[in-house]
């Protein structure tokens, strides 16, 4: 017997050999079967797998906003990951009029695997069911937002489930002459609403101003980061009200219009301040850090730099906006694909780095310590701002209610009224109009879902 045995055993060898090579006989899943989603990742290859399920090749259609110079980033990234996972292949997708090509996707039953959302449409895109919540794959990735600044996270939490995962967080930023402030006198920008005063009162002599501020975008985003240093917000905590017409809302207008009348030309139109900046005639100017290739190195003839928006108010606090990762709801399920989309999402924001070098703020905050990041500059100068980051609350339609405030600062930086009490607490009321509107159109809850 224990000749046959032996004799037997190289048999059996080959026999398992095969049947692994066939995949052991599991069962891919299919689209809309009821067999579980597979969990985990093979290392060091694209498999994705678990349990005794096992998925072939996955392709991902991935769409995002992206049509500027960060475009090319995004796609080195995920051309890296495509050659680093054999069986997950992503193709990208780069579209213009994006929350349009969103909505028309959806009604043709044609949405991407993955898409990228701005933090204030999770809400919208999650109502008008576009998007599928994804707790089951944030808490397969061991996501639970302690990696995350709390109001970044918060953003793609909607009607109680999540919806979204942070990328990036792109905030305020200063842009400062550095020949200027130096030919005043000072050797490093302003971190202070003091130092602000001192060093834009100095530079504002013939034929130089202090600090620009326009009538038109972003200057509604400033207000908004004034609006919460000094200690308001521009909603209450549900979204059913506006409340940027309190004191604290009074007193940030007030100290932009008196920033303007002091240190800045006024009645500038949009992008003025940009255009007067490269011209070396403005010492300091607040944007978008999207802004930072456009006004700073070679872009400019002077030292031109990039630096975290002062705290002019008692409270830290700076206007950011954020690119989120979601899964659009699809009309037969396959669990592999969605399986594939966590090992996709969790690759860009491990190596998020390289996002940072396109002008972002990785959300991740272990990115953000790293060496790596802490040598992309100026952006790792700028990123510890983006822990006091303000967003709007997550409620669908929230960016209608912007409108009317748009006017209103609007109308007092343009000179077309003085009040400001009389012009926030006017636009405050129509805002209430709109989010009642959107309540009753939108409901209490998402209706699609997966």
Not at 76 to 105: C, K, R
Not at 257 to 284: C, I, M, R, Y
Request: aromatic share 8%; proline share 7%; hydrophobic share 40%.
């Amino acid at each position: 017997m224990n000749k046959i045995v032996r004799n037997l055993i190289p048999l059996l060898l080959i026999l398992s050999l095969l049947l692994a090579a066939c995949g052991g006989g599991a069962l891919s899943p299919t689209p809309g079967s009821e067999q579980e989603a597979p969990s985990g990742e093979t290392e060091g290859s694209g498999e994705v797998a678990g349990g005794d399920t096992t998925c072939g090749p996955v392709e991902l259609q991935y769409w995002n906003p992206f049509t500027g110079p960060d475009g090319p980033y995004m796609g080195e990234m995920v051309n890296q990951f495509n050659a680093e996972h054999p069986d997950i292949q992503v193709t990208m997708t780069s579209q213009g009029e994006y929350y349009t090509q969103l909505q028309t996707a959806a009604a043709a039953g044609t949405l991407p695997d993955i898409a990228i959302v701005h933090a204030d449409q999770v809400a919208t895109q999650a109502f008008r069911n576009v998007l599928s919540p994804i707790d089951d794959m944030v808490a397969e990735m061991g996501l639970d937002g302690s990696d995350f600044p709390e109001a970044v996270w918060n953003a793609g939490e909607v009607a109680g489930r999540r919806y979204s995962i942070p990328l990036d967080i792109h905030p305020m930023t200063m842009f400062y002459n550095a020949d200027m402030l130096r030919e005043a006198g000072f050797e490093n920008p302003p971190t202070t609403g003091e130092e602000f005063v001192e060093m834009a009162a100095a530079m504002t002599t013939n034929g130089t101003k202090g600090f620009d501020i326009t009538g038109g975008f972003p200057v509604r985003q400033i207000f908004e980061m004034l609006l919460a240093q000094f200690g308001g917000q521009p909603f209450n905590e549900d979204g059913t009200e506006a409340t940027w017409n309190s004191e604290a809302g009074v007193q940030a207008l007030q100290w932009m219009k008196d920033a303007q009348t002091n240190w800045s030309d006024p009645n500038l139109e949009v992008d003025a301040e940009l255009a007067a900046f490269k011209a070396g005639t403005v010492g300091l100017i607040w944007n978008g850090i999207w802004q930072t290739t456009n006004v700073t190195g070679d872009a400019v003839e002077f030292d031109g730099r990039a630096t975290a928006v002062p705290q002019i108010g008692p409270q830290p606090a700076v206007w950011a906006g954020s690119h989120q990762f979601t899964l659009p709801i699809q009309a037969n399920p396959d669990p592999c694909k969605r399986e594939a989309a966590g090992v996709f999402i969790q690759y860009i924001l491990d190596n998020s780095v390289t996002w940072a070098q396109a002008g972002q703020i990785p959300a991740s905050s272990s990115v953000r310590s790293s060496e790596e990041f802490q040598a992309v500059m100026p952006q790792a100068a700028i990123a510890p701002s983006v822990e006091n980051a303000v967003f709007p609350p997550s409620v669908p339609g929230i960016t209608d209610a912007y409108a009317p405030l748009d006017d209103a600062v609007g109308s007092i930086m343009n000179g077309t009224a003085t009040d400001i009490q009389a012009a926030l607490d006017d636009a405050a009321a129509r805002a209430k109009e709109i989010l009642d509107q959107n309540a009753a159109t939108y409901g209490d809850a998402p209706g699609g879902g997966q």
